[in-house]
Each structure stands twice: as structure tokens, then as C-alpha cells.
């Protein structure tokens, strides 16, 4: 349906229209996205896209997600049997289940970046329901056999500037190779140090020993880099090397998801543990300690190698047992819990928190430390910044609560920028443009307060949206843009 000019912006006409001018200022910057889960394959093949249910509902978590809740079975909606059983395959009639519970998504963040999607991606003017369930199908599935529609057109004309995708050190990074040896467009190449699609290192698969197949990835861990993982010391050097095979990919991340943001610095106890491990002897709290050793030492890596690290503990995996065993990992099963930073972090902090080549980026799931433990920490420490709000909290009311949190204690520039997280491609620049709503709506509060002036909040606009994101990431800054248009004041005058 068509899209409200002044979504997301402030009720009161006087703040509204500092909000209009500010996104003014940000609304054509190029998409920088350091954290997300695109599969790289999907560039490099280039291929169409499939059929509309498998672009947006199927692989869609979100959405599939609150169908369950309203007892819409996954299979019902295409997703596949984690035991290869039966599921829907009809993408019309997947389509159909979805658009007869759309109701289910008003006032939530997915319908307004499936609606800003449909209408600025696709140009559909109406909203999608049962009665015009095959008409959107019918549109969208003409739109996706077109060459404009293909995967790296859409980026090009999404202006995103660099993709970062998420890949574990037993991934292939053939993906990655392929996208280096296409041709430069638009003066930028695709992949490589400095391309426009770059990958990320998350080793989680081998850190968490309880994990299913974890002895075998540590053995392709070991036939991809020639490197005998029999001793703790040769599988840090095997991850050690695999990292370097990840910067010539263009990685200037890694990405971990740990249960809890726990750290401790003891490579003694983490060999020994390593050990039992292997030989099927580590004991249920040795598995569970594992990953915070192992924290520390992929710290130490960064401190070397000058990989940014990213921290995204909290998410109680797979809490829907039954869920999972039907139908495997990522599909709606994950719940928030609570986590402690301060603490948690202090053994990590210590080695390397003042170190100069090191820094790490806080994600939380739990808003109750925003403002009691991650801005302190990030306006504490200069290696420490606070990640966007990420997961259940990329909402608009979650970046709301997010910059009232955080930017007392922190600042803005101790915060990240806004990443969009997702594997759903066409989404990416709806998600950016609610955040950039969002931060011009908060900005204009601060102005209409006499917080700040006009060109103060444009500028830290464009920082927010451009700047902190390649600064933080380390994606090759550019020289700062300045506001695209110039600000016509708009802030209350004196009485």
C-alpha cells in the first residue's frame, strides 16, 4: 500500500518537521551493512530469484515465526523437514497461507519493511490480504524473471555500498572467490579486500563442543588449512590461519553468538578442556565454559590481526525443542534471556581493553543493560562500542528505547551505526531507511529541546547512518559526506 511520507517521525508538527529535514540529509547516503547473513552465493550465482514465497516467506523467520504462534504448522509454509519429511511446495499456495494472516503483522517492524518492499522495490500500491493474494503473487513473480530484478542489480540499485555475509571457518569461501573475479562495476570490484561483498568470520560452530558434528569440523578445520588440530595450539594456529584466508575475502570482522558474554583468560585450562573434548570426555560445564575461554583467545587473535570483533551473547538457541527436531536450527525457536556484560567482560576487558589495535562491538538482547551496563562500558573503555539494537530489538520502539539508553552515558560516537542483520535481501533497504526515520525522529527531539542545533543533529544524522558504521567496522572509510541538502531551520525560536 502507498508509504506514509512521515512514517515513524514525531506526532507534533513543530518536532515532525526538524525529523523531515534531518532524513532529508540522510535518505540518499549509500547502505552500509557490516553485519548480516545474505548467502554470498546468491551474488555470485546471480541467478532469479525463486518463486515469491521462497524470497520472502520460507527462509523468513520473522514471519514464519508468528504463523506458528497462530498455529500455522512450518511445513504448511514450506519449510523443510530437518528428516527430509514432507512440506509444502506449492509456492502459490505458501503465499496464499501467508497473505490470509498478514493481519497477524500490523504494527510490527516486518510489515513495514515487507510494505516498504512491496511498494518501493516492487511498486504495489495496495495492501497484500486474501482477496489480493494471487494479484501480488502474479506481480511479484513477473518483477523476479526480469534482469532488473536479478540479485546484483537490485544491489546496485539498492546503492549499497559494502555487504558484509557471515561464514564459519569450515565454510567454503569459494562464493567470495567468485564475486572477486567479476568485473569492476561502478569503479568498485565485487569481492576482496575492499569490495563491495566481503565476509565475516564466525567460528561458533567450533567453539562450542556440544554442538552436533563439532569433532568433524574441527577435522575440515584441519584439512582446509594443513594444519594438525590434535593440540589446543594447533587448532588456534588453524584458526589463525583460516582468519587470514578471510581477509583476503575481504573480512574485517568476526561475529560471535555465544550463550553468555562470559570471558575468561586461562589458555591452560581451555587446552585441557580442548583435549577432553576430543576425546569425548569434557563434562557438561566444560562445554559450557569453552566458548569464554576461547573469547579471550580470539581477542588476542584481533589484537594481532586487527579483525573487529562483535559480540552477540543472549539468545537461548532452539528453546523450542520440538520446533528443532522437526525442523532444525534458525526457524523461530530462539527466546532472549538475560545477560551480564560487566563482569562477564572484565577478564577480557583487562587484557585487551586499552589495547590499540583491538576493538569489539556489544549486542545485547536484554535493553535492561542499555543504560546500566553497555553504555557505560562503551563511553569506558576505547575499545568498546555498543552494537545496534539487534534481533527482537531492531523495531522501531527497540531504537527508540535504544538511543534514550544509551546516548546519556555513551554518546553517539560510541555507538556503531545501525546494521540490518538479515538474510532477507530485498528487506535491506526498507530496514535502513526505518532507522534512519527513527534516529532523524530522535534528533529532532534534541533540537526542538535545544539540545543541539540543526546542523549538530544533521551532521551526527549522517554520522549514525554512514560514517560510525565504516569507521567502527572497519571498512575503509571514506572522507565524512556532509549533509546532502542544506537544512533550512527549523528549530523552535525563542520566545
Not at 512521515?6 to 532524513?23: G, Q, V, Y
Not at 532469479?48 to 512450518?74: C, E, I, K
Not at 557505560?376 to 552494537?387: E, H, K, N, Q, T
Request: aromatic fraction near 10%; include cysteine.
Amino acid at each position: 500500500m502507498p508509504l506514509h511520507p512521515d512514517r515513524l517521525f514525531p506526532a507534533d508538527e513543530r518536532t515532525r518537521a526538524i525529523a523531515r529535514e534531518l532524513h532529508r540529509s540522510t535518505a540518499d547516503l549509500p547502505l552500509v551493512s557490516p553485519h548480516g547473513h545474505v548467502d554470498p552465493r546468491l551474488l555470485a550465482e546471480n541467478r532469479p530469484f525463486p518463486d515469491p514465497a521462497r524470497l520472502f516467506v520460507v527462509p523468513d523467520h520473522y514471519l514464519t515465526r508468528m504463523l506458528y504462534s497462530q498455529g500455522v504448522r512450518p511445513d504448511e509454509l514450506g519449510v523443510p523437514s530437518a528428516a527430509g519429511g514432507p512440506s509444502e511446495a506449492d509456492g502459490r499456495a505458501i503465499w496464499r497461507r501467508f497473505a490470509e494472516h498478514y493481519f497477524l503483522f500490523r504494527g510490527t517492524p516486518s510489515k513495514l519493511w515487507l510494505d516498504h518492499t512491496f511498494a518501493e522495490v516492487f511498486g504495489i500500491d495496495q495492501e497484500l490480504s486474501a482477496d489480493t493474494a494471487d494479484e501480488f503473487y502474479d506481480h511479484l513473480a513477473a518483477r523476479l524473471a526480469e534482469p532488473a530484478y536479478r540479485p546484483r542489480a537490485l544491489f546496485d540499485r539498492f546503492n549499497i555500498e559494502v555487504l558484509a555475509t557471515t561464514e564459519s571457518p569450515v565454510d567454503s569461501l569459494e562464493p567470495h572467490a567468485a564475486l572477486e573475479a567479476l568485473p569492476a562495476t561502478g569503479g568498485r570490484k565485487w569481492g576482496g579486500r575492499g569490495g563491495k561483498v566481503v565476509t565475516t568470520f564466525r567460528p561458533d560452530n567450533l567453539v562450542e563442543p556440544g554442538w552436533p558434528g563439532w569433532r568433524e569440523r574441527v577435522d575440515a578445520l584441519a584439512e582446509i588449512t594443513g594444519q594438525d588440530t590434535a593440540t589446543f595450539d594447533g587448532f588456534l594456529t588453524a584458526l589463525r590461519r583460516r582468519r587470514q584466508d578471510f581477509i583476503a575475502a575481504g573480512a574485517t570482522c568476526t561475529d560471535h553468538g555465544n550463550l553468555t558474554a562470559a570471558t575468561e583468560d586461562d589458555p591452560k585450562a581451555a587446552a585441557e578442556i580442548y583435549a577432553r573434548a576430543l576425546d569425548g570426555e569434557a563434562t557438561e560445564a566444560e562445554i559450557l565454559r569453552f566458548p569464554a575461554l576461547m573469547l579471550v583467545e580470539f581477542a588476542r587473535m584481533s589484537a594481532d590481526d586487527g579483525l573487529v570483533m562483535q559480540l552477540h551473547p543472549g539468545a537461548n538457541r532452539n528453546h523450542n525443542q520440538w520446533l528443532y527436531e522437526g525442523w532444525g536450527r534458525d526457524v523461530g525457536g530462539d527466546i532472549p534471556g538475560a545477560t551480564e556484560y560487566t563482569r562477564a567482560l572484565k577478564p577480557l576487558l583487562d587484557a585487551f581493553g586499552n589495547h590499540p589495535r583491538f576493538r569489539i562491538v556489544l549486542y545485547t538482547l536484554d535493553e535492561t543493560v542499555f543504560s546500566r551496563e553497555i553504555a557505560p562500558l562503551a563511553g569506558g573503555y576505547a575499545s568498546v562500542f555498543a552494537g545496534a539494537p539487534w534481533w527482537f530489538l531492531d523495531s522501531p520502539e527497540g531504537m527508540r528505547r535504544f538511543r534514550e539508553a544509551i546516548h546519556e552515558t555513551a554518546g553517539f560516537h560510541n555507538t556503531a551505526g545501525f546494521v540490518d542483520d538479515t538474510r532477507a535481501f530485498c528487506s535491506i533497504p526498507a530496514r535502513h531507511d526505518v532507522a534512519r526515520r527513527i534516529d532523524a525522529a530522535y534528533l529532532a527531539r534534541l533540537v526542538a529541546e535545544h539540545r543541539m542545533t540543526d546542523g549538530e543533529a544533521a551532521e551526527v544524522a549522517v554520522d549514525l547512518a554512514y560514517n560510525l558504521p565504516r569507521k567502527i567496522y572497519g571498512l575503509d572509510p571514506h572522507p565524512s559526506p556532509r549533509p546532502t541538502v542544506p537544512l533550512r531551520s527549523t528549530s523552535p525560536k525563542p520566545e
